[in-house]
Each structure stands twice: as C-alpha cells, then as structure tokens.
C-alpha cells in the first residue's frame, strides 16, 4: 500500500506560481441564498410541479435545504430546474438536484443537493450552465422546481432554501 498526498484544483491552482485564480464559485464567493414555499393540496398526482424561487446560471449552488410537513403515503417529487415563466417556463432538467426525494415523513431544513445520485461530485463543483452540460452561460435564471413523483397524500406547506455562490 502507498500513501497518497493529492491537491484539488483549488489549492493546486491557489499553489501555482504564479498563482491562478480559481474564480469565486469555488473559492471566496460570497454565498447567496434564495427561498419560497407553497401549500400543496390532498391527492396531489404524479407530475403536479411547486416552482419555489430561481437560481442564476452562473451560481454554483451549494446547498439545497427542504422543510416539510409529513405528506404520508408515498410522496416524493424530483427537484430540478424549468426555464422561467419569461422564458417560456419549459423542464430543462426535473431531477437536475434530486430524484424522486421523499417527502413522506416531516423535514426539517433536510438537505438535499448532496445527497441524491444525480447531483454527482463533479456536478457540486460546477456553475449551473456546466452543470447542465451548456458550451457557454445563458446569462439567465432558473427555477427551482418540486415536481412529483408519487401522489401527495397528505397536502403540505413545503418550503426551499438554496445556497449558492457566485
């Protein structure tokens, strides 16, 4: 067996000489935060959409944060981003942050964008419009957006807060 003394790019960059600048999404950034919430009903199907606050293009968001009351049964809904009501308010991608969470039980300020598969550890370190695989920034917002995978049984106040820097 070896040991191993490795850098990430933002201490390799931070130990170059000259020094490069790794930009303020990964290190120095001010860290922004956006937050809605809406009252679902009872008996709410699959594909029913909460579309909760926006997020720029160019932010690298950090932390996803969803408070809940118990929706029993077997809710759950995808969070991810839909091109805004100006924008024609389009899916861009419904599970870009998470597939299929639950929202079976109550939560509190639960995190979500680091626990799910589909936000992967390369993606937490990217700007949204890297993260979704764009050749340049849109140099606009998206919404963030609950949109359900399994009916709501109970309806719910259900709030979101992201974290983001830029």
């Known amino acids: 067996m070896a040991t191993e003394a490795l850098k ?6 931070r130990d170059a000489s000259p020094r490069v600048t790794s930009g303020a999404h990964l290190s120095d950034g001010l860290v922004h935060e956006t937050y809605g919430h809406v009252t679902t009903t009872s008996a709410v199907t ?3 959409t909460y579309r909760l606050c926006s997020v720029p293009s160019n932010a ?5 944060l969803i408070s809940t009351a118990a929706m029993g049964g077997s809710s759950a809904a995808d969070i991810g981003l839909y091109q805004t009501t ?5 899916v861009v991608d419904a599970d870009f942050f998470a597939a299929a969470a639950t929202l079976v039980n109550a939560l509190t300020n639960s995190q979500i964008a680091m626990t799910q598969t589909v936000n992967t550890i390369t993606k937490q370190g990217q700007r949204v419009w890297e993260a979704l695989g764009l050749s ?3 140099l606009r917002s998206y919404d963030v957006v609950l949109t359900t995978t ?3 049984t109970t309806g719910a106040l ?6 983001y820097t830029l």
Do not use: F, L, W
């Open 150 to 152: 399994a009916t709501i």
């Open 158 to 163: 259900v709030g979101v807060k992201v974290r």
């Open 86 to 90: 100006a924008n024609g308010g389009a």
């Open 136 to 138: 340049a920034d849109t």
């Open 46 to 48: 699959t594909g029913s």
């Open 60 to 64: 690298r968001v950090s932390e996803i």
């Open 8 to 13: 990430s790019p933002v201490i390799t960059n």
